[in-house]
């Protein structure tokens, strides 16, 4: 047994274990379907209501909470349904009803056992008790038998995951737009992710899915993802003359840029990642992904913020977000000393601005590894990390990765 799960179940035995599956008030019905925010650490309930657009008071009222304090690392809060609460996370609350088993719900809601389990921290998926809630993830669009998609609305930089179920296949193939989509296979289906960028082109987008069996029988599938809007704010940014005159050398800018696409363009074959992202800190947010930019006053970019900025203090450890191997740690102009983790299949994140570089290129990294310190270097007006992600050469949000586990 590891040393989480014994700790639940310390926590079961010593009662502590209703934390994980709080009570709900006995007027459960209105709960049900509600969107559920998994508490990460460094959060508070008032950081929470103010990303999701709710009160303190809602949250307490929704989730029976009597002290502000009283919030854990891991904890399931049902969040009001709103539209944000609801794009936000992926989970939604179920009430355990007389006679539930883990195995029922899970057919139910088109989920598995395991993900359940997972989700939920269950020590045993035997022991459910009526009247508490669990949570369900957000059922994917089954959009024909054995082929799952997220949603067939992909949002400007969401990921999306596209996931063949068909133990049959021998190849799985795909043509998104006119250009290849690699799948990879995991237990018993294949998947791909798509990546769509920040400032991607609203409308269609044609997928083409080829298939073949064993028998060399050939099948091809054509879906429609729908790229949507997402409503990005807009941000003014003063930057000191030295920061303008790197701005403006579109030359010195374009170099950086190619450098760093060799290198998130080089996909290796292996998925290192396993369950969802941690964050690289657990210190306020400052600016989101996305976010578009004035710079003194300047036009507005077309193209947002291409990461998540984080408030630090000079020094402070920065920690790796997953499993995988540093490709790149060196200092360079626009994104001060740069840490580039693959953690294969085209997935890569992006520490910069760090005032010491404390990895080395080929070196592998698990969750939680420090990678290097904190600091301004670079386009920076002062201490803060920037985290990106890219997914097959894409810019996406890297804050979805910590919400829900991929694929
Ligand atoms: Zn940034």
Same mark, same amino acid.
């Given at each position: 047994m590891n040393k989480c799960k014994r700790l639940i179940l310390l926590g079961l035995i010593f009662g502590i274990g209703a934390i994980f599956f709080a009570p709900l008030r006995a007027n459960a019905e209105p709960?049900? !379907?509600?969107?559920?925010?998994?508490? %990460?650490?460094?959060d508070t309930l008032v950081a929470i209501a103010a990303r999701f657009n709710t009160t303190v008071a809602i949250l307490k009222k929704l989730n029976n909470l009597v002290n502000d304090d009283l919030i854990q690392v891991g904890q399931k809060l049902i969040? +009001?349904?709103?539209?944000?609460?609801?794009?936000?996370?992926? @989970?939604? @609350?179920?009430?355990? %009803?007389p006679g539930d088993t883990l195995q029922r719900i899970a057919l139910r809601y088109g989920t598995t056992l395991r993900a359940l389990q997972q989700l939920n921290d269950l020590p045993n998926p035997n022991l459910l008790t009526p009247g508490f809630a669990i949570a369900i993830p957000r059922a994917p669009a089954?959009?024909? +038998?054995?082929?799952? &998609?997220?949603?067939? !609305? =992909?949002? %400007? $930089?969401?990921?999306?995951?596209?996931?063949? *179920?068909? +133990?049959?296949?021998?190849?799985?193939?795909? &043509?998104?737009?006119?250009?290849?989509?690699k799948f990879t296979r995991a237990g018993g289906y294949a998947f791909a992710l798509l990546g769509a960028s920040r400032? *991607?082109?609203?409308? =269609?987008?044609?997928?083409?899915?080829?298939?073949?069996? =064993?028998?060399?029988? *050939?099948?091809?599938?054509?879906?429609?993802?729908?790229?949507?809007?997402?409503?990005?704010?807009?941000?003014?940014?003063?930057?000191?003359?030295?920061?303008?005159?790197?701005?403006?050398?579109? *030359?010195? &800018?374009?170099?950086?840029?190619d450098e760093l696409v060799s290198i998130i363009n080089k996909v290796s074959p292996t998925r290192l990642w396993r369950g969802a992202f941690r964050q690289p800190v657990y210190t306020a947010i400052t600016e989101n992904f996305g976010t578009r930019r004035s710079y003194n006053g300047?036009?507005?970019?077309?193209?947002?913020?291409?990461?998540? !900025?984080?408030?630090?203090?000079? $020094?402070? +450890?920065?920690?790796? @977000?997953?499993?995988?191997?540093?490709?790149?740690?060196a200092l360079t102009q626009v994104r001060g000393n740069l840490v580039?983790?693959?953690?294969?299949?085209?997935?890569f994140t992006g520490y910069y601005h760090l005032s010491a570089l404390t990895v080395? @290129? $080929? %070196?592998?990294?698990?969750p939680g590894d420090v990678i290097g310190k904190a600091g301004s270097t670079g386009l920076s007006t002062g201490p803060h990390?920037?985290?990106?992600?890219w997914i097959n050469g894409e810019y996406v949000d890297p804050m979805e990765w910590t919400r829900r586990v991929i694929p």
């Open positions: 709960l049900r !379907d509600a969107p559920i925010y998994i508490v %990460q650490s460094g969040l +009001p349904a709103t539209e944000i609460s609801s794009a936000a996370t992926n @989970a939604i @609350a179920y009430i355990v %009803q089954l959009v024909k +038998p054995g082929l799952q &998609i997220d949603a067939l !609305d =992909a949002r %400007q $930089g969401g990921t999306t995951v596209i996931k063949i *179920a068909r +133990p049959e296949l021998t190849t799985v193939t795909g &043509i998104l737009n006119g250009r290849p989509l400032c *991607a082109k609203i409308g =269609a987008l044609p997928l083409t899915i080829v298939t073949s069996d =064993a028998r060399g029988q *050939a099948a091809t599938e054509n879906v429609t993802i729908n790229i949507t809007t997402t409503a990005y704010l807009v941000n003014a940014i003063t930057l000191p003359p030295a920061g303008v005159s790197i701005l403006q050398d579109s *030359a010195l &800018i374009k170099r950086e840029s300047g036009p507005v970019g077309a193209c947002g913020h291409e990461g998540t !900025d984080f408030s630090m203090k000079l $020094g402070d +450890p920065v920690f790796a @977000a997953a499993r995988g191997r540093v490709v790149f740690s580039v983790i693959d953690h294969g299949l085209g997935v080395q @290129a $080929g %070196q592998m990294t698990n990390l920037h985290w990106s992600m």
